[in-house]
């Protein structure tokens, strides 16, 4: 029998030979000048291969691994029968941004991380470039309208438009040498036009579009439990979203009482988000002030350990982002590069947008709030997270992760720096309170749609006036549930099991310090993205080796 570290090799290469664009990401060199193959036959072999190897990691025998080699198989069997789950559903023939989304990312990425040379670089964004019309072309023939929701082609329809402007007039910006960049700028005006011609016939097929977004309750389900090793299916987790959202609004009602003297918090939040950064640019600049800041309280209070070289920078979401994420994101360094830089996006408005529309994005990220979510995206929360889980040896890890990890950790983040007295200001704190209610609605929306018990404008409703969100972003916010069955609720169900899992670890210490918390924050963080039951699990070996 093979042995488990060969067997996982294999299935690596085979995965980054299938996405080129991924491994770009990743870090890995050689598959730089080449996109994803997204014809109906190349989605149909790797549904065949996944299936194929989900038996042979299961095949494996317990007693042939060490306790890091049973989490690596049980972290890439979680994921391909993830996979298994949702492959009639058939994403491919439903949802247009499996098309441009790497078109657009596979180019972005190289100058992101600028890995190698420039000259290599503009040499291989060349060569996606002039592949992107055959992909474009296996979306229109690959997209079915009675399986594409019309949602979906609507969501697509501004990422279209803005990737379009990005290949065309911004990456040319890239390069300093005027005759590459002379050559980026032609490839990119064939490849925009190619997104141009994607655009009309989105336009055209988005009346004829009549499919389901829902996946229903069984896949919902059977996603929690088996891939998620999660004890939930989607009506309790429901559920317990709904208590969530009833205690954290009692919670804040409180906080506002103390604030307003009135428990009315939707009121005194509405006010609250008055007081926001006059511009797009001053609001990326108050995220990078309080980004500083969440690092300094982390190495002078010694709650983690911050690893050498790191660095995160605040920047601008991707013009061909903000049409369809209305919220905050981050990229990490790629994890297979010597490169310890992330990239923290602030959420500016798409290209265009009206005044209002302006008006609103700014409203969402208020002086009050801004602190939370520079926390969550970077100190200690994604960014710390992923530079730390970059050491792992172990490139399952380092490939593989799931968010009810990996975003559960970033909300935990929030909830612990209010606990070390991060935000001084009680409006800060307020603000930290809303973004657990937040998440806890978000549960409760992304069940009840795809239970099909909700529809888009009930969620928008639900949004608005439960989670305290502007029109746009609500809207942007349920089309992204919509079309990431499950992503939605991992924040808060992920944020919960962590905290679970660390009042056990530091009653089986006997304290609660700041070195018993990095030391918890360190083991957990440093083991990558797995489902928290199996990061339990390494917590459990580290407390038997001290």
Not at 354 to 379: C, F, K
Not at 417 to 426: H, I, L, S
Not at 509 to 527: E, V
Request: aromatic share 8%.
């Amino acid at each position: 029998m093979d042995r488990f570290a060969d067997l996982a090799r294999r299935f690596l290469d085979e995965e980054l030979e299938a996405s080129p664009v991924m491994a770009t990401y990743l870090g890995v060199p050689g598959h730089d000048d080449r996109l994803d193959d997204v014809s109906a036959s190349a989605f149909e072999a790797r549904r065949r291969r996944s299936a194929e190897w989900r038996v042979r990691f299961r095949e494996l025998s317990e007693a042939t691994l060490d306790p890091e080699e049973r989490r690596d198989r049980a972290l890439v069997v979680s994921v391909l029968t993830g996979r298994e789950i949702m492959a009639d559903w058939t994403m491919w023939q439903r949802q247009p941004d499996v098309y441009s989304t790497p078109c657009l990312g596979g180019v972005f990425a190289l100058f992101l991380h600028r890995l190698r040379p420039e000259p290599e670089l503009v040499r291989d964004a060349i060569q996606r470039l002039r592949a992107v019309p055959e992909a474009l072309g296996h979306g229109k023939a690959n997209l079915q309208p009675e399986l594409c929701p019309r949602l979906y082609v609507e969501r697509a329809l501004g990422q279209v438009k803005a990737g379009a402007r990005y290949l065309r007039d911004l990456l040319p910006q890239e390069v300093r040498e005027p005759v590459a960049r002379d050559a980026l700028a032609e490839a990119g005006r064939a490849a925009a036009a190619a997104f141009d011609d994607f655009h009309a016939f989105l336009e055209a097929l988005a009346p004829r579009a009549s499919g389901a977004w829902a996946i229903g309750e069984t896949r919902y389900s059977r996603l929690l439990r088996e891939k998620e090793l999660l004890p939930e299916d989607a009506r309790s987790l429901r559920a317990r979203g709904q208590r969530e959202y009833e205690r954290l609004a009692d919670e804040l009602g409180g906080l506002a009482g103390r604030i307003a003297g009135s428990p009315d918090w939707p009121r005194l939040l509405l006010d609250l988000n008055r007081d926001h950064p006059p511009t797009p640019e001053a609001m990326r600049a108050a995220y990078e002030d309080w980004t500083e800041r969440a690092r300094r309280f982390l190495r002078d209070r010694g709650l983690v350990t911050l690893p050498a070289g790191e660095e995160c920078r605040v920047e601008p979401a991707p013009p061909f982002q903000r049409p369809v994420l209305a919220v905050a994101s981050y990229q990490s360094p790629p994890p297979f590069s010597s490169s310890m830089t992330g990239h923290f996006f602030v959420p500016f408005p798409p290209d265009g947008a009206s005044p209002g529309e302006v008006q609103q994005r700014l409203d969402n990220n208020s002086h009050a709030s801004i602190p939370t979510t520079a926390v969550h995206e970077a100190y200690p929360g994604h960014h710390w997270h992923l530079v730390t889980a970059k050491a792992h040896p172990s490139a399952l890890r380092r490939v593989f992760r799931t968010a009810y990890f990996s975003e559960g950790w970033a909300l935990y983040a929030e909830q612990m720096m209010r606990e070390q007295g991060f935000f001084t200001d009680p409006r800060q704190e307020i603000s930290q309170v809303e973004a657990l209610l937040f998440r806890a609605a978000r549960i409760v929306v992304d069940t009840s749609l795809h239970l099909g018990e909700m529809t888009v404008e009930d969620a928008v409703s639900f949004m608005r006036t439960r989670a305290n969100l502007p029109e746009p972003t609500a809207r942007a916010e349920v089309a992204r549930y919509a079309a990431w069955p499950t992503q939605a609720a991992s924040y808060l169900t992920g944020c919960l099991q962590i905290l679970d899992v660390r009042r056990r670890y530091l009653a089986r210490l006997g304290r609660s310090d700041a070195a018993a918390l990095r030391r918890f924050h360190d083991t957990l963080a440093g083991s990558g993205g797995l489902p928290v039951t199996l990061a339990e699990s390494v917590l459990d070996d580290a407390a038997g080796t001290q």
